[in-house]
């Protein structure tokens, strides 16, 4: 952002506080000296009780203005301090670092953009993440298929109740609730005050998780191989968070990792068969993999990297290429049946074309 636009956001929320306090400070003071003014008011009291009032709840609604404008304007420099030079973190990691939940971060962040304070910094749902582009280095990737996804809820803002209540509590700092047409002005401003905010108020948005299980979840009716697979579950979830978490050199092999898993399940589902070589990569390779990527993780997120945390993450950084091989050798090990019955099928059909039939066949042709 611009010194020039933080300068006028800082004006701009420093003068509704300041603006603010002057009001709901000069209406009470106008009160305390109408303390001893006896009742029932005149027409020309109540009119400027009246005008009190009005100036008290705007001083109000301006003083709370500015603090949220100054609240929210600390939080910039805050989330800015999540990415290096910009880049994608999944909203929760963003969530947990910054102290809310995923409703309140989407509210803040979406209510920096309409103030102004956030460039190209935005809550991407479809895939969970918050992007951040400040430098151009936010680089557009495919949604992952995960089996958890977040869903948008609006619903009605609880400010104009808050209004209404609040209008009730000036009322009657300012006025006398001494007779029923008391309360009936008061009800009657109370509703005005409710209807005014409630015309305002942006819906309140609720973010929530969505389990969507895959389409190759489905039961294959081979009963070993449904209850290896249900087991897998709990590991591709784990990697596809892990997808969404880890970045910089460990980015692509977690995304390779990944993709070859699925590739090996829905092979799995084509051919059953083959299960039996599988065991030792479902029970021993894949939780193992999982395990070391989120101590990597766990490890990553420190705020301060001494020499083991450094030591450690270099050792996964070095030794992750031979984690990759190893699943792209045990998918090529899939295929290996295929691949023989492919090798018959070719020297059988070279035959054929080779017989002396075919090749009399072949010169009446011509």
Known sequence: MAA?????LKIGGTGNTVAGVALVLFSLLMLTSWRSQPLPLSPGQWVARLLMAVLFYLGAAKLAKGLRLHRL????????SLFDHGGRIPLAQAAQSMGVGLSSLVRDVREMQRQGMVQRMYADLIRGELVYEARGTAQS???PASDVVLQEEHRKSAAPIYALGFAWVVYAIFFPLLHFTDYVLAAILSLIA????A???PEDIVIREKVVPALWEQPTGNAALDELLKGVQEHLANLRRLDRSIDGKL????REILSITQQ?????RKSPQSIGQMRQFFNYTLPTTVELLEHYEELSRQPVKGKNITDAMAQ???KIGFVVDAFRRQLDALFQDKALNIAVELQVMESLLRSDDLGKIHDDFK
């Open 316 to 318: 996964v950084e070095g």
């Open 194 to 197: 409710y209807f005014t905010v």
């Open 73 to 80: 304007r600390t939080k910039v420099p805050l989330l800015e």
């Open 141 to 143: 990737r495919q949604a």
């Open 251 to 254: 980015d692509a092999p977690v």
């Open 199 to 201: 015309w305002r108020a």
């Open 264 to 268: 090996i399940v829905e092979q799995l």
């Open 4 to 8: 020039a636009e933080k300068k006028k």
